[in-house]
């Protein structure tokens, strides 16, 4: 995707930050709560571990999205009044209204800024930077923050009956802040957004009684993540490298040109997977699922936070970020840096 005739500058993510909840749930946890066990989660996820807010003290999903982005503007050396934008990716608000990204500009001190929230699920985050990068070149903003941040278990069933989803998630926010800079060839290289709602029924969150697709209505069942497990592995399966080869295609770039493949954290077998696809060495697949979980539109920005704070991220690599979840939706973002 080159530039329009118009702008001629380049797009920079100048920050990068993360949060996450104090309190740890591990599977020796889980496993006195349900009928599991450490061996079968880890076995079937890689997961050992996740990060759980408390229902009582917090934090809640504006808390974690604001904590965030006061890191990456911070790690971009610029305040909150420098924004001129705010988009936070979540399925999971504090409350339907306001948005978290309209209390999150009031935190961050950003003024009478637009600020919008957007769900696409675990595809939210890669979808958000893909609207904060184009509403950049089209010259109507210059500082952009995004936000991917979930507090999920606040929909999950910690019973034997909710233990598919129980196992996997856990809550997150990270973020990033976009801006205008002077170098062209930084920015966007190739993206790809796409839904079918067709399977929708294989992960969703019921709020009454008519949001039941074709499964039977149950009122525990209410407010509580229901999930196909084996039919979302087997979607992820199939489009994960397919949408990897879409974007490279689109880039004219090989698989072996991306430094960095940012994926959204599901399951580390659909990861290893794609990974063995294109021939990739495990340090382009960076993998944190197993202290995590499945953070929702937080795994991509917090992957990418880890990778930076490790010194692994560099100017002049290309990163691809990778989303996938309920929707279904599925996206990419491949960005020169």
Partial sequence: MSP??????????AGVGSALPDRILSNKDLETMMDTSDE??????????????????????TTLATDALNKALSHAGMQGSDLDLIICATMTPDMPTPSVSCLVAHHVNAGQIPAFDLNAAC???????????????????????????????????????????????????????????D????????????????????LFIPGGKNDFFEMDYEERRVLRVQMNGPAVFKFAVSTFPKLIEETLDKAGVDAHEVHHYICHQSNARILTAARDRFGLPEDRFYINIGARGNTVSASVPLILDELTQAGRVEEGQKIMLLGFGAGLTWASSLWQL
């Fill in 4 to 13: 329009s005739p118009a702008f001629t500058r380049g797009i920079e993510i």
């Fill in 40 to 61: 079968w989660i880890v076995q079937r996820t890689g997961i050992h571990e996740r990060r759980v807010h408390d229902p009582d003290t917090g934090p809640n999903t």
């Fill in 123 to 181: 595809s939210g985050f890669v979808y958000a930077m893909n609207c904060a990068h184009d509403m950049i070149r089209s010259g109507a903003h210059k500082n952009v923050g995004v936000i991917g941040a979930d507090l999920i278990t606040r929909f999950i069933d910690y019973s034997t009956f909710g233990r598919a989803s129980a196992i996997l998630f856990g809550d997150a926010a990270g973020a990033c802040v976009l801006r205008e800079c």
């Fill in 183 to 202: 170098k062209p060839a930084k920015g966007l290289l190739a993206q790809s957004m796409h839904t079918d709602a067709s399977r929708a029924k294989h």
